[in-house]
């Protein structure tokens, strides 16, 4: 049913050997602010946590939108020494508290019925049930989380995936959040692993639907290839994810760029340059300024960064494909 294409991996792949991810996104302030080290920690897991399918969010007056505007919540909450940052404070209090919160930190008014946060009740139950788990298993501290894993992902139950996967959050068992949040973690300069070869390529929705439209993962069940040209919901994402997954391993070794770094070049390229009026069609990103350019060294541009290796810009019927539409918490 679903193919990865190594061909076209390595084509995609020796394309973004010409490009780079600036030094300034990696250096932002939500991961370079002068705060505790403890307090930095437990943003960056609270707001990986309550990230998945973010289709909704949105504040019109700062214009950040998804996963910048949950950066810009979190980041204040450092800033501003919020107690709802401490396991400990958040254990204390009822979930409809932290429904409430939640509803209220995602409201340019400040009023909770103003909130474009959707399933704040399962957002509240996985941020809650993580700061369960810290505060239980590790002393509140999520410093002491990382010290257990040995610099390890994988270490006979004791690495950091297998770590994380005690709390729902991070069950995932292809591992996105946990591996976005590694990559947080290692941006910030505050935790590294050993094991690099038990990386996992990060996979989101924006990142399938870049490399379905691209040719990089192949759909040779017709059914398939038509449900997910119309959106039709679909009960799971496999095999789909696991292949994007393989083809994001293979486009790295080929681009000589990390596996983490493929999250930089095809996240900020679905959300921006590949989503319902692709670029490579419409001559104008969906985002301005394009998060591409914003994060890569690729310019202002009215043209893909991978248009002329790209399948889908010659082909409309693999420019119509979307990602699978599944109901998840997972990304």
């Known amino acids: 049913m679903v193919k990865t294409d190594l061909l076209q991996c390595s084509a995609v792949g020796e394309t973004l050997k010409n490009y780079h991810i600036k030094t300034s996104f990696l250096q932002r302030e939500f991961l370079s602010v002068d705060v505790s080290v403890e307090k930095k920690l437990s943003a960056l897991f609270f707001a990986v946590a309550?990230?998945?399918?973010?289709?909704?969010?949105h504040n019109t007056k700062s214009g950040n939108?998804?996963?910048?505007?949950?950066e810009e919540v979190f980041l204040r909450m450092m800033i501003?020494?919020?107690?709802?940052?401490?396991?400990?404070?958040?254990?204390?209090q009822h979930h409809e508290a932290l429904e409430l919160k939640l509803m209220i930190m995602f409201s340019e008014s400040g009023k909770p019925q103003d909130t474009t946060l959707n399933h704040v009740s399962e957002r509240a139950v996985l941020m809650h049930g993580l700061a369960s788990y810290i505060y239980n298993s590790f002393n509140g501290s999520y410093s002491f989380l990382l010290k257990k894993?040995?610099?390890?992902?994988?270490?006979?139950?004791?690495?950091?995936?297998?770590?994380?996967?005690?709390?729902?959050?991070?069950?995932?068992?292809?591992r996105k959040k946990s591996m976005f949040l590694y990559k947080l973690l290692n941006d910030a300069g505050l935790y590294s692993i050993t094991d690099t070869e038990n990386l996992i390529p990060i996979m989101d929705y924006h990142m399938q639907r870049v490399l379905l439209r691209t040719g990089c993962v192949l759909i040779t069940d017709e059914k398939l290839f038509t449900d997910l040209q119309q959106k039709i919901p679909l009960n799971s994402d496999e095999p789909v994810r696991s292949a994007c997954i393989d083809a994001a391993r293979e486009i790295a070794k080929s681009s000589g760029h990390s596996i983490t770094a493929m999250n930089d070049f095809f996240w900020p390229m679905g959300r921006?340059?590949?989503?319902?009026?692709?670029?490579?069609?419409?001559?104008?990103?969906?985002?301005n300024p394009c998060t591409l350019?914003?994060?890569?060294?690729?310019?202002a541009h009215t043209h893909c960064m991978l248009q002329k290796a790209c399948k889908g810009a010659a082909d409309a019927a693999i420019r119509e494909l979307w990602e699978p539409i599944v109901k998840t918490h997972f990304y």
């Open 272 to 287: 921006s340059c590949c989503l319902e009026n692709p670029v490579c069609i419409s001559g104008v990103c969906s985002k």
């Open 65 to 70: 939108k998804g996963w910048d505007y949950i």
């Open 293 to 299: 350019s914003t994060l890569s060294d690729y310019p």
């Open 149 to 174: 894993s040995g610099n390890r992902l994988l270490d006979d139950g004791s690495g950091y995936f297998e770590l994380l996967a005690k709390s729902d959050a991070f069950s995932d068992p292809r």
């Open 50 to 57: 309550v990230c998945h399918q973010t289709h909704t969010l």
């Open 80 to 92: 501003e020494d919020d107690p709802w940052l401490s396991p400990e404070f958040i254990c204390s």
